[in-house]
C-alpha cells in the first residue's frame, strides 16, 4: 500500500480564497482523522470519520471549516473563505482494525 | 478526560549515548500506546506500537515498553546517533472513544556527533 495520500503538499492562496486538501487513506481503514499542527498549538484534531460518517467535529475551529468523506477511498477538508491565521500544516491519518495511525506526510498552507 | 504528558520537552545527549524518553497518561483504560517520530517540516512517521495486551515492542535500536498501572510508557533508544535526532510524540488512543487517540506534546531529541 502506498500509505495515506495527501495532495497537494503545500498550497499557498491569498486571503478569502477557498482551499481544498485531499486525502487517500489505506485501503481497509475504516478510520479517517484531520488533524492541524502549528507551533503554537501543536497538534490538534479537527474532525474524524468512522465508516464514513463523521464521528467527532468539535475540533473544527470555525464556520469556515468544513468536511467530507464520499467514500471510503476519499475525503476533503476545505476553508471557505480562508484567513491568514489558517497557516499550519494539515495532516490526514488513517487507523484501520489492528489499531495505531499511519499519517499522510501533509499539506503545508500558507494563507497571505 | 486523559491527559498526556511528555517530559522533558527537549533533550540533547552526545552520540553513543542511550537514552530513555517518558510519556505519562492519566488514564489507565486505553486501547493502545503509540510512538511517533517526526523531523522538522516532516510528517508523523509510526515507530512502535503497543497494544493494552502487551508489556513491550522492539524495533531494531528502539524499545518501548508500557505499564498502565502507572501510567507509564518509555521509548528506549540504544547507541543513539545524529539520524536520531527529532521530535517524539506518543499518543493513546481509547477504549471507548474508539479509534481517537490523544497526542502528548512530544519530546525534541538533539543528538551531538
Known amino acids: 500500500d502506498a500509505g495515506v495520500i495527501q495532495s497537494p503538499r503545500h498550497e499557498v492562496t491569498e486571503m478569502g480564497q477557498e482551499v481544498t486538501l485531499r486525502c487517500k487513506p489505506i485501503?481497509?481503514?475504516?478510520?479517517l482523522f484531520w488533524y492541524r499542527q502549528t507551533m503554537m498549538r501543536g497538534l490538534e484534531l479537527l474532525i474524524y470519520f468512522n465508516n464514513n460518517v463523521p464521528i467527532d467535529d468539535s475540533g473544527m475551529p470555525e464556520d469556515r471549516f468544513s468536511a467530507k468523506m464520499p467514500n471510503a477511498s476519499f475525503s476533503t477538508l476545505k476553508i471557505q473563505p480562508s484567513e491568514p491565521r489558517d497557516s499550519a500544516v494539515y495532516f490526514c491519518a488513517s487507523s484501520g482494525p489492528e489499531g495505531g495511525y499511519t499519517f499522510g506526510s501533509g499539506t503545508r498552507l500558507t494563507v497571505v | 478526560k486523559q491527559e498526556v504528558t511528555q517530559i522533558p520537552a527537549a533533550l540533547s545527549v552526545p552520540e553513543g549515548e542511550n537514552l530513555v524518553l517518558n510519556c505519562s497518561f492519566t488514564?489507565?483504560?486505553?486501547?493502545?500506546l503509540q510512538w511517533f517520530r517526526q523531523d522538522p517540516g516532516k510528517g508523523l512517521t509510526s515507530l512502535l506500537l503497543?497494544?493494552?495486551?502487551?508489556r513491550e515492542q522492539t524495533s531494531g535500536r528502539l524499545n518501548a515498553s508500557l505499564d498502565k498501572s502507572s501510567g507509564r510508557s518509555t521509548l528506549y533508544i540504544a547507541a543513539s546517533q545524529p539520524g536520531d535526532s527529532a521530535t517524539y510524540l506518543c499518543?493513546?488512543?481509547?477504549?471507548?472513544?474508539?479509534?481517537?487517540?490523544?497526542f502528548g506534546d512530544g519530546t525534541t531529541l538533539t543528538v551531538k556527533p
Open positions: 488514564d489507565s483504560a486505553i486501547y493502545n
Open positions: 499518543a493513546v488512543e481509547h477504549p471507548t472513544n474508539a479509534g481517537k487517540s490523544t
Open positions: 503497543i497494544q493494552s495486551s502487551q
Open positions: 485501503s481497509g481503514h475504516d478510520y
